[in-house]
C-alpha cells in the first residue's frame, strides 16, 4: 500500500478506475472501465508507470452505492522525461 509520501516522489501519477472509462493521458488509447487490468499493464509497459496501490471503493451511482476498483500507478522522479515515450 502506497503512502502520501511515496506518491509525493512520483513526476506523474494516474487513478484508473472499473467505475470509468478514460483515455490514457499520454497517448489516449481508452482505458478504465471494462478494461482495467488492461490499462494498468499498459500505463506500466508503454510509459514506464508503477503500481502504486489496488483497492476497492464505493461510488454513489444512480442506482445506489456500487463498489469499484481503483488503482493508483506513477512515475518515480528518478526516471526522465525523455524514456517515458510521453507525447
Ligand atoms: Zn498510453
Do not use: W
Not at 28 to 45: C, L, M, S, V, W
Not at 65 to 80: E, F, I, K, R, W
Request: aromatic share 4%; hydrophobic share 35%; net charge negative.
Amino acid at each position: 500500500m502506497a503512502t502520501n509520501e511515496a506518491i509525493d516522489q512520483m513526476q506523474h501519477v494516474v487513478h484508473i478506475s472499473t467505475g470509468i472509462s478514460t483515455g490514457c493521458k499520454h497517448c489516449r488509447t481508452p482505458i478504465g472501465g471494462d478494461r482495467f487490468a488492461e490499462a494498468i499493464n499498459h500505463y506500466i509497459q508503454e510509459h514506464r508507470y508503477r503500481l502504486l496501490h489496488v483497492g476497492q471503493q464505493t461510488e454513489d451511482g444512480s442506482e445506489g452505492p456500487y463498489q469499484t476498483t481503483v488503482a493508483v500507478l506513477g512515475v518515480p522522479l528518478a526516471v526522465s522525461e525523455d524514456s517515458l515515450k510521453i507525447i
